[in-house]
């Protein structure tokens, strides 16, 4: 009869034939098995496996986290210390090239993500730990610069150069020199722009003002002077009551008798419309992306990524953003979101806080909208630093798809137990951020996570149908046609 020790090593054969590498070595590491010769020069040849698996899984193959499981399986079966070095050297390598990409493509807070990550590792010595105040330095500049600290911007950039590991390429810091020089050179243009600004608000030109504030905005989006110089062109001109409001794309003309912003308006052809210039703009508009998150234990949220949202009833043409199931008409009003504002402009019969509205209108937080009869909701914006908006819904009407509440996406969207999260998710015990990176949505989490199986320790692109997991969430996005 066979030692119960044959049949356990027959067993791990077995799985190794078939393909089961990660069982044969679970059954190859148990004490009962590793001080026999045939374990070990079977151990031997599962460790190879699992040393070439992991350098595939590991160069790029977007299954890092497998990649060093197979790593520490390997390690536990024979003495392959000196490939596991190699390869930690090799990946180490690899990601240092991946980083002084992500930092000539003017992305230091993507490097700073995959150094960080790297450093989990252990990976890459002093290089990347100097590489890592250099990304710091940058992602300040960049912070300084949506601040119209352009100078400031400038002199950290020079520092970050001269900081750059040896092994760096000369294009790096080439790349740096020239953007600390575009610093200083759009300095002067925003000084100027700033001196301009002020000048037309002594001269209470608010036309000029907005403009200015807006290019202002534009190159610097947190500029300070630049937000309160708008504010106060919109306090002159009646914004932020319940005046009209002019669209940007609009040509504005000076009213002086009234010394404030009109706009010359086109009659509609459509016949019933309550703004006929809204309906006018809304008909060659371009749809927004959209999608639902389906949140484990609380619910489902249409997000609407697009700058106008078209609200009204759902239609075989698929006109409205957010389909409402009450009487109301296909395009019945729309909302813009124009720079950290957003404007409710109706089509048809529209009030906000129990007085209807004939014309575009400015919305502040808690403001309540009805359309037609009786369809209400709250308007919200829950985070002070977030232009993302909530619609909340006061009424029993429906959305279709059903769902339990409404985003309107800025930069970003935040979903987690704070009262300030855009969507409320109790259970959980820390945020979960969407947000856009170019033309692409991708999410962060305060820890790791996986994604269809697939580990990841942060951040990862939004994978429409992926089920997303981490210690005490779960949801998936679903994308909308």
């Known amino acids: 009869m066979f030692p119960a020790w044959r049949m356990e090593l027959r067993g791990a054969r ?24 045939p374990a070990k020069r079977l151990s031997q040849k599962v460790a190879a496996h699992l040393l070439a698996r992991a350098a595939q899984r590991l160069g790029g193959a977007g299954e890092s986290s497998a990649g060093w499981r197979d790593l520490r399986q390997a390690a536990q079966l024979a003495p392959v210390d000196a490939q596991i070095e190699q390869l ?16 000539l493509a003017g992305s230091p807070g993507d490097g700073l993500a995959e150094l960080d990550r790297m450093e989990r590792r252990n990976l890459g010595g002093d290089d990347r730990r100097q590489l890592q105040l250099v990304a710091r330095r940058l992602a300040e500049a960049d912070a300084a610069t949506r601040e119209g600290s352009f100078v400031t911007a400038a002199d950290v950039v020079d ?46 030109d608010w036309q000029g003002v907005l403009k200015l504030a807006t290019e202002l905005l534009e190159m610097s989006p947190r500029h300070a002077a630049a937000k309160r110089a708008r504010r106060k062109a919109w306090q002159a001109v009646g914004m932020e009551v319940t005046q009209a409001y002019i669209p940007s794309r609009l040509a504005p003309v000076r009213d002086a008798g009234a010394n404030r912003l009109s706009v ?43 700058d106008e949202i078209v609200l009204g009833q759902p ?8 389909p409402i199931l009450a009487d109301l008409s296909r395009r019945h009003a729309v909302i813009r979101r124009d720079g950290e504002s957003y404007v409710l402009a109706p089509i048809h019969s529209v009030s906000l806080n129990g007085a209807e509205i004939t014309g575009p209108t400015v919305l502040r937080p808690d403001d309540v909208i009805r359309l037609g009869d009786s369809a209400e909701f709250r308007f919200r914006r829950p985070h002070a630093l977030s232009s993302t908006a909530v619609l909340e819904r006061q009424s029993g009407h429906k959305i279709e798809p059903a769902v339990d509440g409404i985003v309107l996406m800025g930069e970003s969207c935040i979903l987690g137990p704070q009262s300030h999260c855009h969507v409320h998710c109790r259970p959980w015990d820390h945020d979960l951020v ?16 996986e994604m269809d199986g697939r580990t990841f320790a942060a951040d990862a692109p939004v994978v429409w149908g992926a089920r997303v997991e981490g210690e005490d969430f779960g949801l998936c996005f679903e994308e909308l046609a």
């Open 434 to 449: 969407l947000f856009r990176r170019g033309r692409e949505l991708s999410f962060r989490a305060a820890g790791p996570f």
């Open 159 to 204: 520092k970050a150069a001269g900081m750059l590991p040896g092994a760096a390429p000369a294009a790096l810091g080439k790349r740096l020199r020239q953007v600390a020089a575009n610093f200083r050179a759009q300095s002067k243009q925003c000084d100027q722009l700033s001196a301009d600004m002020h000048a037309a608000v002594s001269q209470e």
């Open 315 to 322: 239609s075989s043409t698929g006109e409205a953003d957010v």
């Open 264 to 306: 010359k308006l086109s009659p509609s052809t459509r016949p019933g419309a309550k703004g006929s210039h809204v309906d006018t703009a809304v008909s060659t508009r371009d749809r927004g992306p959209r999608f639902i998150a389906w949140i484990d234990g609380v619910g489902g949220y249409l997000v609407c990524l697009g």
């Open 88 to 103: 930690r050297r090799s990946e180490a390598q690899r990601r240092m090239n991946r980083v002084y990409e992500l930092l």
């Open 14 to 37: 077995r799985a190794m034939r078939e393909g089961r590498w990660d069982e044969a070595a679970a059954m190859l590491t148990a004490d009962s098995l590793r001080e026999f010769l």
